[in-house]
């Protein structure tokens, strides 16, 4: 059983990540167990070229920073790499969550979306009742995201990113991968906020 499953490889996955790997060392983490199901085949950074991220240098192309990026926290050894399967449904059990993918089964207690804003979205089992239109697409571009509140789906489910319906633009979706880190942090936490810098 998982503590937390991420779902996805995109700079608000990656973010998410990020920042639970760096606060490892705090006492309520200790006994956390987390994974992550990298899967980015229809990532949107992919074909982007990047020129207004901070910390990452002009034209950086973003499929090598998406490849980079996993590989860092790869090798941080905090977070289990999973195969990168898409999801193909997420069943709410009592106080848990079943994660099917193409080949697996995961059982977690908490699940981070953070899978892009495709129409797709939609055909995920279990998902249906809280697909929304993404409401910060381009004109005449049909895309999806998770009706939330605060990037909380359901208790235990949380989205970021492009999945949240926030603006496509590779800063914005970090820091909502980032904010849902805290968010976990404080619940483990027994809901005394919290969050890490590392020194």
Known sequence: MFDLLIVGAGPAAVSCGMVLSSAQGKAYMETKKI???AHSKASDLKGAILNNLYGVQANTKGKDLLEQEIENLSKSGKIEQLSPEAITEVVAKDDYYELKTENNAYETKNVVLAI???TK??????????ATPHTKSLPGVKKTALKNTNLV?????YVAGLTSDCASQAA????????????LM???NDGAF?????K
């Open 172 to 183: 914005i979706a970090a820091g909502t991968g980032a904010d849902v880190a805290v968010q």
């Open 116 to 118: 892009g804003h495709s």
């Open 194 to 198: 919290d969050h890490h810098h590392d």
């Open 35 to 37: 994974g992550m199901i």
């Open 186 to 188: 404080t619940k483990w």
């Open 121 to 130: 979205i939609a055909d995920i089992k279990g998902l249906e009742e809280y």
């Open 153 to 157: 789906v359901r208790p235990g489910l």
